[in-house]
Structure formats: C-alpha cells, structure tokens
C-alpha cells in the first residue's frame, strides 16, 4: 500500500528522526541535531555511554534508552510501541549516519512497517568523507562497509567484487587491515587504493597509491585507529576475463600462472581448474602427464 509521508506537516508525534553524530570532531555536529537530541522524548542509542559523552557536552538531558546488535529484538519492539502511543524518538549510532553498518536499519523497517514517520537529518558520514578525499573517481561509487571476518568468507565476498567498475568503500578494524590489504592485492591486482584513518580526529591520514604499496606500508607500519578504504573498480570487463586464456591449452594456462603470477602448480592448477569450470584433477592429469 502507498503511504505518502508529509515529514513537516502535523504535530511530528510519534516520529523516528535519524540522527547523524560526528565521527570524531565534535564540532561536525549540526544545530539541528542537537536541537531533535533536546525536543524528543528518548533517544536511541548503540553504546549509551559513548552517547551519553555526547549529550553531557551539549547539555542534552532527554533520557537515553540502549538499542544495538544483541538487544534489537527486544529494545526496538519497545520502542516502537512508543512510537504508537506518540512519543518521539531520535535513533544514534556510536559515530556517524545511523543505519549505515549499523543494527539502526531494523528499528527503521519497523516504525516504518507501523507508519511512524521517519525522519532523516544529513550529518557525518565516514564513506563519503573518505571518498571525496580519496582522489579516485566519485561519480559511481559502490558502498560494501564490513568484509567478513574469516578468511574464507572474506575472499569468497572480495571474488565476488572483483569486476565491480565503480569506486569500492570498505570499513576494516585495525587488527583485520593487514590481512584484509594483502588478500585484496592478490584478488584485485595492483589497483589504486586510499586508505584513510582516524578521519576528522587529530591523528587523521590518508595513505594513497596502489594496494602493493599499501600492503608494503602495513607490513612496516604500526596500525591503529578506524579505517576506510577506498578502491579503484576494475577496468576489465567480463568478456575480457572470459576470453583471454581462450587460446591457451590447459597446460599453458597452468604455466601462465606459474610463470606470470609466481603460483606454486598447486595454486595454478587450481586456478586453471576453476577458470575453466573443470575438475582439479583433470588438470592436473594434463599438467603432469605432458
């Protein structure tokens, strides 16, 4: 069914405001945020004591009830059922846009799904603040936030992301960048990369150039600090990667990839296998059996 949302016509009660909060400055934060921060009736927070920092600065005393990842099942009913009854409510994020990377997004669905006025003010973004910085094309982009944790995971999704032509944005934690930079390079090749750390706070930095760069720095470089990273898309397309090998034997192309990429024949017949959508084992016999 079609609903039609006037966000400023009426009483505004019973509205949801999505409330961006600075991502380390403290005075990125709007007038108009702290002004919904004061009038609602609660606000909704991801780490209330991380929050409450916030409010105590700008003397905001609405009270603070906690919403994240482990409690969302339980909190958001709650708080949509206040919603109903006319309350209002400002939904925050630890830092940033809520919503983006964030368990914000299923407590909009449901005020969404009870017809609770959503309502979203603009304010600090990590991905886009790290994007126009990052001196690669910003015309399309394409957001993917958190990879995966575990390796396989990981590179199954960075496979998955290789032929994508427009600029990539990537959360990553300090302890996971090392890993994740290294497994780009060998998914990706020597693309252009901008790694941006701790932005907007005092010990903000870009690294720019190209990930074997990148891999070089994190290898010699102590990390910490939040990252984003931003990387060049792919200038190949899908014919491209389908046809090149097509003139090469099986076993030319499992040379190919020792001789050229420096893969063990394990990894290139591997490789070759999976290109070709054949058996391991069938190269394999091929390979060794020239």
């Known amino acids: 069914m079609l609903w039609q949302q006037k966000s400023f016509v009426g009483d505004n ?5 999505i409330v961006p909060t600075p991502i380390g400055n403290l005075e990125d934060m709007t007038f108009r945020a702290v002004r919904i921060l004061k009038e609602v009736d609660i606000i909704a927070a991801e780490d209330t004591r991380q929050t409450k ?3 105590n600065h700008f003397e905001i005393h609405t009270p603070v009830i906690s919403y994240h990842e482990h409690n969302k099942y339980t909190s958001g009913p709650q708080i949509v059922e206040q919603l ?3 309350k209002s409510a400002a939904l925050v994020s630890d830092a940033g846009m809520p919503g983006i990377s964030d368990p914000g997004y299923e407590l909009i669905v449901s005020a969404l799904k009870e017809q609770c006025p959503v309502v979203p003010l603009p304010g600090a973004n990590a991905a886009l603040t790290a994007l126009i910085a990052s001196g690669l094309p910003t015309d399309h982009f394409y957001f993917f936030g958190f990879l995966e944790r575990t390796k396989k995971e990981k590179k199954e999704q960075l496979e998955l992301l290789k032929m994508v032509r427009e600029t990539m944005i990537f959360y990553e934690a300090p302890h996971r960048l090392k890993e994740t930079l290294a497994m780009m390079h060998e998914v ?4 252009r990369i901008a790694i941006c ?3 907007t706070k005092r010990f903000e930095e870009f690294i720019r150039g190209t990930l074997r760069e990148a891999v070089e720095w994190a290898e010699t470089n102590e990390i910490r600090g939040e990252f984003c990273i931003i990387v060049e898309g792919t200038e190949e397309t899908i014919e491209e990667k389908e046809e090149w090998w097509h003139s090469l034997t099986p076993v030319e192309h499992v040379e190919y ?3 050229e990429k420096n893969f063990t024949p394990k990894e290139a017949i591997k490789q070759t296998a999976k290109d070709r959508n054949m ?6 016999q091929q390979y060794h059996h020239q």
Request: without cysteine; glycine residues 12%; hydrophobic residues 25%.
């Open 197 to 199: 750390r701790e932005l």
């Open 188 to 191: 990706f090749g020597n693309r």
């Open 53 to 55: 920092k916030l409010l």
């Open 257 to 259: 990839y020792i001789r």
């Open 279 to 284: 058996s391991k084992r069938d190269v394999y």
């Open 84 to 86: 109903k009854e006319g």
């Open 13 to 17: 009660k019973g509205t949801l405001y």
